[in-house]
């Protein structure tokens, strides 16, 4: 039988090059009331009639946090080198200020401990997105105040966990948290309003260039970024009408992050847009945003298409969709990145969330999730013609190691490359587990080959 999906093994990539898998505490740990947890606001969200497509919640998701060891096991065993995963700040901190919680400061302790020892690296995102309830009572990100608890949050993570990991992650996708969470509402904490959404955003622009600098000052020396969302975002048609809402919906996803952090300014057409709905900022603000980064993190799942009526849909675009009814762009991933290269200064990047829910079906124990397999492959492929043309790309993680809480969309789509089952928590390899182990390794033979070929070089030898 001849190998499939091998565009990606026509590439070899660096030596160093980080290869991951990706998760989030609120997605798979579950023990939501255990050890001195408190709530957060997708505890709280989840209540909400309707907010949730299966009225599902995260009280045990995949009872990650009772089964961690063996899901390091699982992780090592697909033979990558990272493993990224984010904080429960209301774990560790129940009530977002004020006393921190002991059993879920070591429980982190442990993992890192625990990944290090299996020679993988962790890779630590503070936020992404379950807010201690106790800080949105206060009026969460919108509030200003929110932005201090947050440095002071990650500056005791930083105490216990150190310069042991790989990287930290101020926010995950802080456009999802703003924009989700409170324009449109179908996320946490649910909210419809623009200029809070706006304010949102400012803010965790602000705590993330006030985490860099308090981290640095206490001695941090591993690499602090943000990771972004971002895609192409493309008219539906070249009607000036379509156009022109695209080039304000690229700045309102991609620009409104990456021109303050990297150019020290909001973009000019989203803030006239915005008009009276701008956020407040405070002088100095600017500053601290543009605080240098180490690295960016990239999410790439699809393109966005807009259309000045709201009426262009997915369906329609001919490309192959997935679960989500995302269309299936691997060309976007090297657009994007051509693209950011061109337009700003960039530090290392990672992708550090690519891949895709697809309709799974578990027969005689196994998942042959072809069109995941296909799907990572081609994006890999994406991934390093970008490099090819100079973007400086240092890592790439598959979201996600294993089916998990997908927010709105409750349990019922399936992300993950190891299948779980809810009932008894069995995980399962599914058929691109096995692909990613097998492109793992054949990437290993490849250095291996390319380093004999130097030693042979450097001695004489052929
Ligand atoms: O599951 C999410 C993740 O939490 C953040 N990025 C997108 C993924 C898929 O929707």
């Not at 606001?41 to 909400?48: A, E, G, L, T």
């Not at 977002?96 to 890779?123: H, S, W």
């Not at 679960?323 to 290269?341: A, K, N, T, V």
Request: one cysteine or more; proline letters at 6%.
């Amino acid at each position: 039988m001849s190998p499939k999906h091998t565009l990606s093994r026509a590439h070899t990539f660096p030596a160093d090059f980080v290869w991951g898998v990706a998760t989030s505490s609120f997605q798979i740990e579950g023990a939501a009331q255990a050890d001195g947890k408190g709530p957060s606001i997708w505890d709280s969200f989840c209540q909400v009639p309707g907010a949730i497509a299966d009225a599902s919640n995260g009280l045990v998701a995949c009872e990650h946090y009772d089964r961690w060891q063996a899901d390091v096991d699982l992780i090592a065993s697909l033979g990558v080198n990272a493993y990224r995963f984010s904080v429960s700040w209301p774990r560790v901190q129940p009530l977002g200020q004020g006393a921190f919680n002991e059993a879920g400061l070591n429980f982190y302790a442990q993992l890192v401990d625990a990944l290090i020892a299996k020679g993988i690296a962790p890779y630590v995102t503070l936020n992404h997105w379950d807010l201690p309830q106790a800080l949105q009572d206060q009026g969460g990100w919108a509030n200003r105040d929110t932005v201090q608890h947050f440095v002071n949050y990650a500056s005791e993570i930083f105490k216990r966990l150190g310069n042991r990991v790989a990287a930290y992650t101020t926010h995950n996708e802080p456009w999802v948290i703003a924009v989700l969470g409170h324009e449109s509402g179908i996320f946490a904490p649910g909210l419809k309003s623009r200029a809070t959404t706006m304010q949102v955003s400012h803010h965790l622009l602000l705590s993330h260039g006030m985490t860099l600098q308090a981290l640095r000052a206490q001695g941090c020396n591993v690499p602090l970024g943000i990771v972004l969302n971002l895609s192409p975002t493309v008219p539906a048609s070249d009607s000036a009408a379509d156009q022109a809402k695209a080039i304000l919906e690229d700045g309102r996803l991609l620009r409104w992050y990456m021109d303050p952090i990297f150019k020290k300014v909001y973009p000019q057409d989203v803030m006239a847009d915005l008009g009276s709905e701008a956020p407040h900022i405070e002088p100095g603000d600017l500053d601290i945003i543009a605080t240098p980064m180490d690295y960016l993190g990239v999410n790439y799942y699809t393109r966005s298409v807009v259309s000045a009526d709201g009426s262009w849909k997915p369906q329609n675009s001919g490309l192959p969709l997935n679960d989500m009814d995302w269309e299936i762009f691997p060309e976007g991933l090297s657009q994007l990145l051509i693209r950011m290269h061109q337009d700003y200064p960039l530090p290392p990047i990672y992708i550090t969330e690519n891949g895709g829910a697809f309709p799974d079906a578990l027969k005689v124990g196994q998942v042959d999730d072809q069109d995941r397999i296909r799907y990572i492959d081609q994006h890999i492929d994406a991934l390093a013609q970008a490099m090819a043309q100079g973007v400086p790309v240092n890592g790439y993680m598959v979201w996600s190691l294993m089916d998990n809480f997908e927010w709105s969309s409750g349990y019922a789509k399936r992300f993950g490359i190891v299948h779980v089952d809810y009932a008894s928590q069995k995980r399962t390899f599914k058929a691109s587990a096995h692909w990613y182990q097998d492109f793992l390794t054949y990437q290993r033979q490849q250095q291996h080959h390319a380093n004999a070929g130097k030693t042979a070089a450097i001695t004489g030898v052929d």
